[in-house]
């Protein structure tokens, strides 16, 4: 990977998402972008003309991308006051709907327009923060319903985008990544008493170390924070 081109972290503002860019500042990548709804130029995942407008700003830096984090997701919404479903009861259309739109519709249209700018010369990795819980062959406790599915049909595209960039650009790796459980404004409502909780430093430090090792046959997988692989 050529740390001199452009490391991409879309989600920046966010716990995991801040942490990542100044963790790959400190590892030497020389231009760090982050993009999210404050920055400028402003991406809005629910508006595929912000993302569009986001790709073109980054190509026109004139530099191939050698690493793009998709750090943004949501699991509740306190703006309307709904929080993961703990039965089918509570299942809301708004709030499946927003699930998807975020957490999948969105990461799907920046692999529709960042795709084109990873570097196809050198090793470039495409990761998006999925969730551990989106896994359907780890799934033993249910509940979250639209969160979980939300994140496995974000599993599926990272996946099936996989197999037509091993034909497409053969340098260009595309993973999903379980942050582990991490101090943030998403999870906060659901640390309990005996779980592992990372900072988003301590996440940021592990996944980073884990993209920089990718070998081309790890295309199309998914990680969790500590190298092993969640199966899909
Ligand atoms: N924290 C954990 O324990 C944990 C565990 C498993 C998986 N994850 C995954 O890790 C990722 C990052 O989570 P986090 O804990 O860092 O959460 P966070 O601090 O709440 O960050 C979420 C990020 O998503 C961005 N975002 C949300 N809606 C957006 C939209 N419509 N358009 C553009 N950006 C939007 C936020 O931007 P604004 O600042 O503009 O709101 C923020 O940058 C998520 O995908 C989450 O599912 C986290």
């Not at 716990?15 to 030497?28: F, T, V």
């Not at 980054?58 to 919404?77: E, R, V, Y």
């Not at 940021?204 to 046959?217: C, G, P, R, Y």
Request: glycine share 6%; charged share 20%.
């Amino acid at each position: 990977m050529n740390k001199n081109n452009i490391a991409v972290v879309v989600g920046g503002t966010g716990s995991i998402g801040a942490a990542l860019a100044n963790e790959l500042k400190q590892q030497g990548f020389s231009q760090v972008v982050t993009l999210g709804r404050s920055s400028q130029p402003m991406l809005e995942l629910t508006n595929e003309v912000s993302i569009e407008q986001a790709a073109m700003f980054i190509k026109s830096l004139a530099k191939p991308i050698c690493l793009l984090f998709d750090a943004t997701g949501i699991l509740h919404d306190e703006q309307n006051n709904q929080m993961p479903e703990k039965t089918y009861k509570q299942i809301n259309l708004s709030f499946l709907k927003k699930n998807f739109e975020i957490n999948t519709f969105g990461p799907a249209l920046i692999m529709k327009h960042f795709f084109p700018l990873l570097d196809s010369e050198e090793q470039s990795v495409f990761a998006s923060l999925s969730a551990k819980v989106g896994s359907i062959a780890d799934n033993k406790y249910g509940g979250w319903y639209s969160y979980r599915a939300s994140k496995a049909a974000l599993n599926q595209l990272i996946k099936t985008a996989s197999i037509e960039l091993s034909m497409k650009n053969k340098k260009a790796i595309c993973v999903s990544m379980h942050p582990g459980t991490v101090t943030s404004k998403l999870s906060k409502p659901f640390h309990k008493e005996g779980l592992t909780i990372q900072s988003p430093e301590e996440s940021a430090k592990n996944m980073i170390q884990i993209i920089v090792n990718l070998k081309s046959q790890d295309t199309g997988s998914f990680f969790n924070w500590d190298g092993e692989k969640i199966p899909w």
